[in-house]
Structure formats: structure tokens, C-alpha cells
């Protein structure tokens, strides 16, 4: 059955954001299909620039919503 998974990156630093999510992501339960990232606008846009350009291989596609605080990964399904 597939879930929703959501990561909250307020408080990050740029380099503590990108370790969690690569931790994050790489402990993912393998039925997990989609990630909400929540990154904020209201203190500045460098974690969601950091989330917007971030690469990592099970990340299928990337929907930037009408809520510019969030970003949502597509997980490939293997």
C-alpha cells in the first residue's frame, strides 16, 4: 500500500538540511511513493532553492504546488 511521508526542514542549516534528507530518503519505507518536504519562504528561499535543485535517485519528479513552502517528491516505484 502506498504512503505519504512528509520532512520538516525548518531550523536546518543548508548542509544539516541537505544530510537529513539524504538520510531521510535513504530510509524511506520501500512502500513510500510520495514525500511532502516542507522548507519554508517566510525566512528567505535558500532551503527551498537547496530542496527545488536537490538530485537524489529514487526521486522521480518534483510538483512545486501553490504552497511555496512545500515541495513534493514522486518516488520511483520499483
Known amino acids: 500500500m502506498a504512503?505519504?511521508?512528509s520532512i520538516d526542514l525548518h531550523g536546518h542549516t543548508i548542509e544539516s538540511a541537505k544530510k537529513y534528507m539524504d538520510t531521510s530518503l535513504k530510509?524511506?519505507?520501500p512502500d513510500v511513493r510520495e514525500v511532502e518536504v516542507i522548507h519554508g519562504f517566510h525566512q528567505g528561499t535558500a532551503l527551498r532553492d537547496l530542496i527545488?535543485?536537490?538530485?537524489?535517485?529514487?526521486i522521480e519528479?518534483?510538483?512545486l504546488g501553490l504552497n511555496q513552502g512545500t515541495?513534493?517528491?514522486?518516488?520511483k516505484s520499483k
Do not use: A, S
Open 61 to 63: 519528479r518534483k510538483i
Open 71 to 75: 515541495t513534493i517528491f514522486i518516488i
Open 27 to 29: 530510509n524511506l519505507p
Open 52 to 58: 527545488r535543485r536537490y538530485k537524489h535517485p529514487k
Open 3 to 5: 504512503y505519504f511521508f
